[in-house]
């Protein structure tokens, strides 16, 4: 329970103090995913990795970590890029095919226009025998529109406009263009029937053990999920 508390504290200054929410976030992933492969001398794909965040962490624990973000100006919304970090897009990930032992995302496939896509080159990847992490915000999670929370549960246009009134400025992460609605049936439901892999694990990532139940429970989990991880192992 205190690290779903620690984790939750973390998420409240994600816009205010983002080196703090994502470095607990990468020390919290690296242990996650450390439950189900060994890090130390792997090669880790982390497809959306916007500046770095996760680059020491990942490192730290020995891994050799190669980042990829589509967007410039994120690359370098800490200044120079993060050494190693590759420009391209997740839907069409410019890595030849079984390169890596971990294809690592967090929090950017509601961002995707073609989310299955994406899902698809990170299977394409990754080595027979190796991992595949994502992990997502839901639609219809209290997260789900993001900075326009929770007024997207009225639509995610309505809660766009109403952000535009309310700030003068438009939504970082604009409905339709770069945030669309994921729920956590869809991701099972593909999940489940990849050919190319096998499901490890599914879990609402900031929730703590005992509460994994509620994602068996359709309806319910979209709402109270708030990230769904998806742990898969590639056939």
Known sequence: MSRSVALFRAFLVEQTDPDHFYGVLAADSVRQLGEHVR??????????????????????AGAR???LEPDAGEMVARGEPEPG???????????RTAAVDVCYSSNVLEHVRSPWSMTAEMVRVTRPGGTIFLSFTPWWSPHGGHETAPWHYLGGHRAARRYRRRTGREPKNRFGTSLFPVSIGAALRWARNCPDVDVVAAYPRYHPWWA?????????????????VVVMRRR
């Open 85 to 95: 970090t590759v420009r391209g897009s997740g839907e069409a990930l410019p890595v």
């Open 65 to 67: 970590y190669v980042g």
């Open 212 to 228: 994994r139940w509620v994602l068996a429970v359709p309806g319910l989990r979209e709402v109270v999920s708030w990230n769904l």
């Open 39 to 60: 890090l130390d001398g792997a090669q880790v794909l982390d497809v959306g990795g916007g500046p770095g965040y996760f680059a020491e962490a990942f490192r730290g």
